[in-house]
């Protein structure tokens, strides 16, 4: 009688437990998945490959190493020889420190195909008018081949934005990197 009485707890104590169990794996599973889709996802067709980066990455393109040293946000922006700009009315200016190193046997300028991409999707091109208006800024300039060069590109979005990154494609790849900025 003991017996039989043990043996019906046990198997209502494994049926009503199984469920506990299989929510537990479950919730691990999907946190698991989760984390491993914070550093590099896909579309579901399986085309384009989103990298996730943070300032301080590295990232190796086809012909150079960049990094992200920083990002600031300013109203105005001015250089010691040139003028002072002030950014439009309802907006500001994101100032990003790059680091660069060609990693090619030639010299070339550096024509940035970066575009910050702002919480609300919108897409920014650096701003052009910065030149005369930042000392040390970075777009156009000659990169030496093997030499690390560090300077500023400038980009001016609504003020309403709160959260930005940097978003480039690999060469010759479906990589899609997303280096978060704020």
Do not use: W
Request: charged content about 25%.
């Amino acid at each position: 009688m003991n017996r039989i009485l043990t043996d019906g707890i046990r198997s209502k104590y494994i049926k009503t437990n199984k469920i506990p169990f299989a929510y537990y794996i479950g919730v691990i599973l999907f946190i698991i998945i989760n984390l491993s889709a914070c550093t590099v996802s896909s579309t579901t067709n399986g085309e384009i490959i989103i990298v996730h980066k943070e300032i301080g990455d590295e990232i190796a393109f086809e012909t150079l190493d960049l990094k992200i040293i920083s990002a600031e946000e300013k109203q105005s922006i001015s250089s010691y020889y040139g003028s002072t700009a002030e950014s439009a009315e309802g907006a500001k200016f994101v100032l990003v420190v790059l680091e660069l190193k060609n990693t090619t046997d030639n010299s070339f300028a550096f024509s940035p195909d970066l575009k910050l991409v702002d919480d609300k999707s919108r897409e920014f091109n650096s701003y052009s008018y910065t030149i005369g208006n930042i000392d040390n800024y970075i777009e156009n300039r000659k990169l030496s081949p093997d030499i690390k060069e560090i300077g500023y590109l400038v980009y001016e979005i609504p003020a309403d934005s709160s959260g930005y990154s940097i978003h480039s494609f690999k060469e010759d790849t479906k990589e899609l990197y997303k280096i978060r900025l704020k």
